[in-house]
């Protein structure tokens, strides 16, 4: 055998890299050797960079400066298992900061992160993945594509993961997602309810936390409700409750059951099963604030139900909340006000607080803290409303003045739930008297200049239950409370300008308030309003009648009636039919205007500025208004008319009634009156007068500075009403007595005119000579001697209200104008029994004067239009 010999190594192939170890210790270099394509160069870098990346935030920060964030996202999809698991721990710490989430939604991973999550994947990714998804889910983008590529259903499959780090993640990402209603909805698709209460036996106080977060988000919904209570989940809510271990999860437990105790099954359930009592018991029992505030809030929610309500009215809710309104804790005096404000729906419940609860509110309602005072207000609100029992309970308890000062509560809550509560008790007249004793009006003047709508609707409702007195309204005239309101009428809100017309139409009832709305712009406005189809309402309709009320010239000018409530006084003048939102000129311009074309303007007034004596009627007078006149062409006209009428004259010493029947006069005895009739007031007439207030000033709201205005007298109109006084009041029929006075009108305006007849009757000619002579459009209805329907009609409506003949008075087309009486069928006078309602007449003025005819008949269209 030769000798042996030993074998060399081959060397190593010349196109082979030698191994080489390198120690780096920058992270640029390490963020380089991300694009290497050497899987073990890859893992070791990728470990570096994940623990560079725990040490801190300013380390993320560095990593995203030097561009590690894109070759990562690359790696996560990796063939070798290794590199792809220390890629998604290093996304699941980077994914905290906030720039990285936001150039990783630019980079869109969320589907490669997502594709971690699969079951074959090993736990480690699991909980990385899953971390990385919750610190994404936290932004709202982020939850849309999560949820958009399919992110919740393998979340809710991790949740019964073995890894308690898995669990948290995934249940922390899904509390982050069903904040949006659509992944609420496919949770339930995913029946995500059973594992999610399984959470809740997990011995990481975290997860059963974060569980309990997003069972109390999903069970807004009520088929998630539904979900939970089939899946026996109110019994896990209960033992956590009873567990005092578990003290830390009551809060949200107890939010948890707020939400579910709003489905009336459950309530039902847990009702029969003895646990609504617990649950009472352990709000009332509880020391902690939290604990009560909580269970409070629970109680509010579920109450919204009436059959919720009834239930805990069975179960003596009611004493469990006054013991919570005693609590030291503002939060939980809150929570307890508004759930006895829920309860109040309950009449039973209103009774209970009735003497228990009131009081404790009132009480409340002097707290400093202004939240407190808004629920207390509340609670108070609800309680006072349609109850005159707790009306009168807050009353005595001092709650008028704790509720008037809490008008000027900072908070508008308080002062809107105040001013309700108010309103409620205003309803009985003694605490309305009690309410404006306490200076309401002047507390009001806040509210009614604040900018919020709903507390600008809640004063002015107030203003118009508490101004039903003169002496209120006054008051608020007084303190300038009415600007405000007008000014209401110019919101864009359906409410505030309803109220604020319902607060106007009450405070229109006198006459000096009205003139100052009127003076304000009220009436302008409120015409305005009703003029727009979508402004417009009910309340402003009748503010704008109730001004118009107290403006009869413009009310009979723009509507063409007027009412037997509407008396006609001195100053009421008939300027024609007017356009809606056509301005009506005062008196006092339109008597210094010079005579037009355009027809007369009829004004009533009985008061004499001067008075006519015998010699005056010798002298003729051409001048206009603004002076005395005295025509003699009229005051003869007057004295002939009085010989024709027969009545009694105001200067006759004695006379009898006539019953309406004419009284034949000498010829001297009728030139005697003639010369005496400047004297036609007696002297209770004359006190008469000077007690009553002349209209037109009023209603114009002009005065000279130097020389008070008189409008225009009228002694012939003078005359007709003290001799319709003397003749025609006493009877004691008002059918006769508006029969007589039809005749008595007629005569005075060119008697009976046959309808054949009517074109010859020259009446336009008569009132021509009227207004050249007196140089105004401007007539006195006494001076018209020859008048036709709406000259009688207005002469009769006149009249008729000074001797208490109650008759409206319409405007009808092409210069046609009648009275309307109602007369009871004296056929039935004396029967027992309800009796008919009394039927209306038109009273002919012109063809057959005396005559009534039926409104609804042939005769009554006759007369009014042809």
């Known amino acids: ?12 192939p010349k196109d082979v890299f030698d191994p080489l170890t390198i120690e780096s210790k ?11 394509p050497e899987e073990e160069i890859l893992a070791k870098a990728c470990e570096a960079i994940y623990r560079f990346a725990l040490k801190g935030e300013e380390n993320k920060a560095t990593l995203l400066e030097l561009g590690a964030v894109e070759p990562l996202t690359k790696l996560l999809n990796h063939e070798d298992k290794i590199v792809r698991r220390n890629a998604t721990m290093i996304f699941g710490i980077l994914a905290s900061n906030n720039d990285v989430k936001k150039l990783l939604r630019e980079l869109d991973v969320m589907n490669s992160v997502i594709a971690q999550l699969a079951a074959e994947e090993e736990v480690v990714i699991h909980e990385f993945a899953s971390l990385c998804l919750a610190n994404m889910s936290a932004e709202y983008t982020s939850k849309v594509q999560i949820f958009e590529q399919g992110g ?49 036996k997990s011995e990481y106080p975290i997860i059963q936390l974060l569980a309990l977060k997003t069972l109390g988000v999903i069970t807004n919904d009520k088929e ?19 567990t005092k271990e578990l003290s830390d999860l009551h809060i949200e437990a107890l939010s948890v059951l707020a939400n579910c105790l709003e489905d009336m099954d459950t309530m039902v359930m847990i009702q029969q099963t003895g646990d609504l009592k617990k649950l009472l018991s352990f709000a009332e029992n509880s020391t902690i604030p939290d604990i009560q505030k909580n269970a409070a809030r629970a109680i509010t929610k579920a109450a919204y139900d009436p059959e919720n309500r009834k239930l805990f009215h069975e179960q003596e809710v009611e004493k469990c909340l006054v013991t919570l309104l005693g609590s030291e804790n503002d939060g939980t005096k809150i929570a307890a006000s508004q759930a006895i404000s829920a309860m109040c729906e309950n009449s039973g419940s209103k009774e209970f607080f009735n003497n228990q609860g009131i009081p404790q509110l009132i009480q409340l309602l002097k707290s400093d803290n202004e939240e407190v005072r808004e629920a207390s207000a509340l609670a108070l609100a609800n309680l006072t409303t349609c109850n005159p029992a707790n009306a009168n309970a807050a009353a005595e308890g001092d709650g008028i003045d704790a509720l008037i000062n809490a008008l000027s509560s900072k908070r508008d809550g308080a002062i809107a739930n105040a001013a309700t509560a108010l309103t409620n008790m205003a309803t009985q007249e003694s605490l309305r008297l009690s309410i404006q004793s ?25 203003v118009a239950a508490t101004a039903c007195d003169v002496e209120a309204r006054t008051e608020l005239r007084n303190s300038g409370g009415l600007e405000p309101l007008v000014e209401l009428l110019h919101s864009k809100n359906d409410e505030v300008r309803r109220h604020a017309s319902w607060a106007i139409m009450v405070c229109a009832s006198d006459e000096p308030t009205a003139a100052e709305l009127c003076r304000l712009g009220a009436l302008d406005i409120l015409e305005e309003i009703n003029l727009s189809v979508s402004r417009k309402n009910k309340f402003s309709e009748a503010a704008h009648n109730k001004l118009l009320n107290h403006h009869l010239s413009l009310k009979y000018s723009q509507t063409g009636y007027l009412s037997s409530s509407n008396i006609i006084t001195d100053g009421v003048y008939d300027y024609g039919r007017i356009n809606p939102g056509t301005k009506l000129l005062p ?29 005056m009627e010798d002298k003729s007078s051409d001048v206009g208004y603004g002076r005395s006149i005295s025509s003699s062409s009229s005051l003869r006209r007057a004295s002939k008319e009085k010989t024709n009428a027969g009545f009694g004259s ?92 039809a005749k008595y009108v007629a005569e005075k305006m060119g008697g009976k005119i046959p309808k054949e007849k009517l074109h010859d009757f020259s009446w336009e000619l008569h009132i021509s000579e009227l207004k050249f002579q007196l140089k105004s459009n401007v007539v006195p209805i006494g001076l018209i001697k020859k008048g036709i329907f709406y000259h009688r009609a207005l002469l009769f409506k006149a009249l008729a209200d000074r001797i208490g003949i109650g008759c409206s008075l319409v405007r009808g087309e092409y210069g046609r104008a009648w009275n309307e009486v109602k007369l009871m069928n004296e056929s039935r006078k004396g029967v027992i029994g309800a009796l008919p309602p009394p039927e209306t007449y038109i009273v002919d003025l012109m ?20």
């Open 438 to 462: 306490h200076d309401v009006m002047h507390a009001l003047l806040s509210p009614l200049h604040s900018a919020n709508t709903v507390v600008q609707s809640k004063a002015a409702l107030t």
């Open 650 to 741: 105001p200067t006759e010493e004695k006379s009898e009634p006539t019953s309406g029947r004419n009284t034949a006069l000498s010829k001297s005895a009728t030139k005697e009156k003639g010369s005496r009739k400047g004297r036609v007031k007696k002297e209770e007439e004359k006190v008469k007068e000077e007690e009553e207030v002349a209209v037109a000033p009023k209603l114009t709201g002009e005065g000279s500075p130097d020389k008070e205005w008189l409008p225009p007298s009228d002694p012939d109109f003078c005359v007709y009403v003290y001799e319709v006084t003397r003749s025609i009041l006493p009877i004691t029929s008002i059918k006769e007595q508006v029969e007589v006075l």
């Open 224 to 242: 998630c409700r539904a979900m939970l209570r089939d899946s026996q989940g109110v019994d896990h809510l209960i033992k956590i409750l009873e």
């Open 152 to 200: 919740l259903e393998p979340l809710i499959r991790l949740l019964s993961s073995p890894d308690p780090d898995v669990k948290k993640n995934s249940i922390e990402c899904i509390y982050n997602l069903v904040q949006d209603f659509q992944c609420r909805a496919t949770l339930q698709e995913l029946n995500a309810i059973p594992p999610i209460l399984d959470l809740l």
């Open 587 to 615: 008196l006092k311009d339109l008597c210094l205007q010079e005579p037009s074309d355009r027809r007369a303007i009829l004004l009533v007034n009985s008061k004499c500025d001067a008075s006519p004596t015998p010699s």
């Open 26 to 36: 920058k992270a640029a270099t390490v963020v380089l050797m991300l694009n290497s």
């Open 847 to 866: 063809f057959h004067p005396g005559a009534l005819i039926k409104l609804r008949s042939r005769e009554a269209d006759l007369y009014r239009f042809l």
């Open 1 to 12: 055998m030769g000798k042996k010999i030993k074998k060399e190594s081959e060397p190593p």
